[in-house]
């Protein structure tokens, strides 16, 4: 049984920044890729960064490009997602997911394994 526990989430001005933390466990067979997703009230989820864990290529959705940036230590099975430049259309629930046969890795239906959530905040 994977298990996903995020961290980090809070409540931040405009500009402000934020580390979002992910740690992975349980799993038995090996994770091929690890992603963030976020959803706001009356939205769809959507993806905004992933990592393969193998040789760490990431994706960004074009909205937080230059603004995020997600990173691994596999030494402690954590992806992280550095939250910089903050905006209050950046304010949803993150939340941390994880797969194994990952081939598109900001949608949704590609992983099969995901955290709690986090509320990230961005707020005058």
């Known amino acids: 049984q994977v298990h996903l526990m995020e961290s980090g989430g809070g409540s931040v001005q405009p500009g402000g920044s934020l580390r979002l933390s992910c740690a992975a466990s349980?799993?038995?067979?090996?994770?091929?890729?690890m992603g963030w997703f976020r959803q706001a009230p009356g939205n769809q989820r959507e993806g905004v960064a992933a990592i393969y864990t193998s040789d760490g290529r990431t994706h960004y959705a074009d909205s937080v490009k230059g603004r995020f940036t997600i990173s691994q230590d596999n030494a402690k099975n954590t992806v992280y997602l550095q939250l910089n430049s903050l905006r209050p259309e950046d304010t949803a629930m993150y939340y941390c997911?994880?797969?194994?046969?990952?081939?598109?890795?900001?949608?949704?239906?590609?992983?099969?394994?995901w955290g709690q959530g986090t509320q990230v905040t961005v707020s005058s």
């Open positions: 997911a994880a797969g194994s046969y990952v081939a598109d890795t900001l949608q949704q239906l590609e992983y099969s394994y």
């Open positions: 349980g799993y038995t067979r090996p994770i091929n890729a």
